[in-house]
């Protein structure tokens, strides 16, 4: 696949944040915090180039998404940075490095398939020739050194390094010595994230390379996530208790969705729902 850079970094931010559904121009200029001129122009020039497209062109306030043309454009952008900032083999032991980041929305290039889509990042990169194996016993670091971020879309898109093609995730277990580690397949993964505590900046800069969480190690989430009166679930099924602030709601579409919900709902919630949905044939 041919590689190429988005050189304007508006287009870029709006393609990126279009990725994830679509929206206004007002909304677009609220999320990425743009003047709305700017976000207005972007938009245009994206529509017109082919990588946009609008729901309404006769109605203010339409929303705009992306075109395959679009996420092909984003998806190449991607691999130009992959080429342009990776050089194998990574320092022993990497997770990934930083391809992108605009605030708190990141793009991530991965050695090895992460863990899930709770993902656990340093706040100090790792030294670009030595690393540290996954299996050296080194100080594992305290939560405040972590930062969670979580995978927007459906996860890495493997890419062979050699022929710039898609490829399948590395299938063998992380190497644990260094002849192995620079064996490996060259293969990376590309991940779209998003950092969950926004307000915190993360000091990693793009070209960092990043170090996996220790095993059996979770950082502790964001405040949001943790200081609600009940508690959902574990983060990754083995790490802490999310416990969210306010309620939580979901929009769901299909009949049956809706049904498996209002059927599982816990014996002391308090349930709101169309009554029309109960008792109708999925």
Known sequence: MRSNR??????????????DGGGT?????RALSIRVPHASAALKQLRESGDVVRDDASLRGSRYRLSSQGLSRLESDGL??????????????????????????LLLGYASQPAGPL??????????????LLNSNGNEGESSNWR????????PVWWDLETMRRSSPPNEPSPTTLTAWMERPKVI???????LDEDNPWPLGVGSWFSPLPTGFWPELPQALRDGDVAIGHAGNSG???????GIHAK???????SVIVNGIGSNAILMVDGDLIGLPL
């Open 252 to 258: 769901l579409g299909r009949r049956i969705d809706r």
């Open 189 to 195: 993964g590309i991940v779209r994230a998003r950092l």
């Open 148 to 155: 969670w971020a979580v995978q927007r879309g459906d996860g």
């Open 80 to 105: 130009a940075r992959l080429n342009d900032l990776v050089r194998w083999p990574p320092p022993p032991g990497a997770a990934g490095v930083v391809l992108a980041r605009e605030g708190s929305m």
């Open 119 to 132: 993902l656990g990042l340093p706040e100090r990169p790792m030294d670009d020739e030595s690393g540290v």
């Open 6 to 19: 988005i050189r304007s970094t508006y287009q870029r931010r709006v393609l990126d944040w279009l990725a």
């Open 25 to 29: 121009v007002t909304e677009v200029s």
């Open 240 to 246: 802490p208790l999310v416990s969210p602030r306010g």
